[in-house]
C-alpha cells in the first residue's frame, strides 16, 4: 500500500510522476461534526477517515498513517487528551488541528499537552467556522495544483471498487423546483483521492467501455432506491456512448432493469451531440424503441452543430443540453447568446425541453431564464456530490437563488 506522506518542506509527495493526496483523520465524538468535516475534507482533495473515540484511533493510525489528525472538542477534554497519548505512543509525526471555541481554556490546555508530547500542532481553528475558514487553516498541506492524470485501468477501478456516482441537481429555471438530477462517475483512488473523469474513461473502443457503462447503469438504479428510502423519488439521468445502444444485448439488459416501482419516472440516456448527429437515423430508432421502456435520449452538449437537427420528421428525444461552453459567460457575448436562443427555438419546435449547462454566476441564470430554458444546472445551485451526502445536503434543502 503506497501511504501518503508529507514532505519536509511540506509539498505534497510523488509516486513517479503522480501525486498523491494528503490523508486526514477526524477524531470527534459526534457524528454529524465528523460528517461534515469528511465532506469539506473531500472537497479539498483529502482521503478521509473518521475516529468517534480514542480506540479507535490507535487502529487507523497503523492502517493509514494520515498526514492530518483533526481533534474537535465537541467531547470532554478527557477524550481529546487520551487522543494526544494515542498519538504520541504511535510516534506520529503529521500535524495536528484542534478545533474548539476562540479563547477557550480547553483549547489552551491540549495545547499545552500536544507541545509536552512533541506533537506538531497547526493553529487552532475557532468555532463556528466555514469551509473557507477548514481550507484557510490547511492551506499548507494542500496540493499546489491540481493532481496530474493518472493512467488508471479501469478494469482495476472496477475490481476494487473505487468507482462511484457523484449527482447534480437540474433546476427548473423559471420556479427553482428541483426537477432531477445527473450521475457522474469518480474515481476515489486510495493514493489519489478523487479522480475527474477525464483521468480514466477510456476510448469507447476500448474492451472495458461496456463493463464500465454496466456499472454506471447498476448503479444508478441502486442509487435511486437509496434515494426513495432516505427522500422520495427522484428523476435521473446517465450518460452513455451510443455506441453501447447498438448492441442489442446491452439494451435488453438495460430495459430489464428499470425498476418496475410506481414511484419511478423514467430513466433519461444522456448521449453526445456528436455522436447522435453522426448517426441519425439509428440514434432515432433506438430512442423510439426505448421509451416504450420508461427510458428516454437526450441529447448531450449541443452547440455550434444544432442546424444538423432541424426539419427532422420525428424527433423522439425527451431533452437538449446545451454545451457548458455557449452558457458560461453568454449574457455578455452575443454568439453565445445567438447559439443558445437558436437551440431553444429548435427544441420549443420539437416539443423537447432544454438546459443550460455550465450555469454559475447569477447573470448566467438570468440570462438563461431570458432566453427560455426550462433548466438550469451548475454550480450555481452546488458541485455533484456523493449519492450520501446528495441526499443530505441537496434533497433535504429547498432551492433558493443565491446572492
Known amino acids: 500500500m503506497i501511504k501518503a506522506k508529507l514532505a519536509e518542506a511540506d509539498h505534497v509527495t510523488t509516486f513517479g510522476q503522480r501525486k498523491i493526496a494528503p490523508r486526514a483523520c477526524i477524531a470527534d465524538g459526534k457524528k454529524h461534526i465528523r460528517m461534515f468535516l469528511v465532506d469539506a475534507l473531500d472537497e479539498l482533495g483529502f482521503i478521509t477517515a473518521e475516529s468517534s473515540s480514542s480506540s479507535d484511533l490507535g487502529p487507523i493510525l497503523d492502517f493509514q498513517v494520515p498526514d492530518l489528525v483533526i481533534l474537535g472538542l465537541s467531547s470532554d477534554g478527557v477524550e481529546v487528551g487520551k487522543n494526544l497519548k494515542v498519538l504520541a505512543e504511535k510516534k506520529f509525526n503529521g500535524k495536528v488541528l484542534l478545533i474548539g471555541p476562540r479563547d477557550s481554556i480547553l483549547v489552551a490546555a491540549?495545547?499545552?499537552l500536544g507541545d509536552e508530547f512533541g506533537i506538531p500542532m497547526l493553529p487552532p481553528l475557532a468555532t463556528p467556522f466555514s469551509a473557507d475558514g477548514l481550507r484557510a487553516s490547511l492551506a499548507m498541506l494542500l496540493?499546489?495544483?491540481?493532481p496530474p492524470s493518472p493512467a488508471v485501468d479501469v478494469a482495476e477501478a472496477l475490481k476494487a471498487g473505487w468507482l462511484e456516482l457523484w449527482y447534480q441537481q437540474k433546476i427548473d429555471i423559471r420556479t427553482l423546483a428541483p426537477r432531477g438530477a445527473e450521475a457522474l462517475v469518480?474515481?476515489?483512488h486510495p493514493a489519489w483521492g478523487v479522480v475527474p473523469p477525464s483521468s480514466f474513461i477510456p476510448d469507447i473502443k476500448d474492451p472495458h467501455f461496456r463493463q464500465l457503462s454496466e456499472f454506471v447503469v447498476g448503479r444508478t438504479l441502486d442509487d435511486w432506491r437509496y434515494f426513495v428510502s432516505q427522500h422520495g423519488p427522484v428523476d435521473i439521468s446517465i450518460n452513455l456512448p451510443l455506441s453501447y445502444l447498438e448492441d442489442p444485448a446491452a439494451v435488453s439488459d438495460l430495459c430489464r432493469q428499470i425498476p418496475d416501482h410506481p414511484a419511478f419516472g423514467g430513466l433519461i440516456v444522456e448521449i453526445k451531440s456528436t455522436e447522435i448527429i453522426q448517426n441519425l437515423d439509428f440514434a432515432i430508432d433506438v430512442a423510439k424503441r426505448v421509451r416504450f421502456h420508461n427510458i428516454a435520449l437526450a441529447i448531450d452538449d449541443l452547440g455550434v452543430d444544432w442546424p444538423a437537427l432541424m426539419d427532422l420528421p420525428v424527433f423522439p428525444f425527451v431533452e437538449i443540453k446545451v454545451d457548458r461552453e455557449f452558457v458560461t459567460d453568454c449574457a455578455?457575448?452575443?454568439?453565445?447568446r445567438s447559439v443558445c436562443g437558436r437551440i431553444v427555438d429548435l427544441a420549443n419546435s420539437y416539443g423537447a425541453r432544454t438546459v443550460a449547462k455550465g450555469v454559475e454566476s447569477r447573470t448566467d441564470f438570468l440570462a438563461a431564464l431570458e432566453m427560455g430554458f426550462d433548466l438550469a444546472?451548475?454550480?450555481?445551485?452546488?458541485?455533484?456530490?456523493?449519492?450520501?451526502?446528495?441526499?443530505r445536503s441537496t434533497l433535504a434543502r429547498p432551492v433558493s437563488m443565491p446572492q
Open 143 to 146: 496540493p499546489a495544483e491540481a
Open 110 to 112: 491540549v495545547r499545552q
Open 377 to 391: 444546472q451548475g454550480y450555481l445551485f452546488g458541485k455533484p456530490a456523493g449519492v450520501k451526502k446528495f441526499a
Open 186 to 188: 469518480r474515481m476515489r
Open 332 to 336: 455578455d457575448n452575443r454568439l453565445k
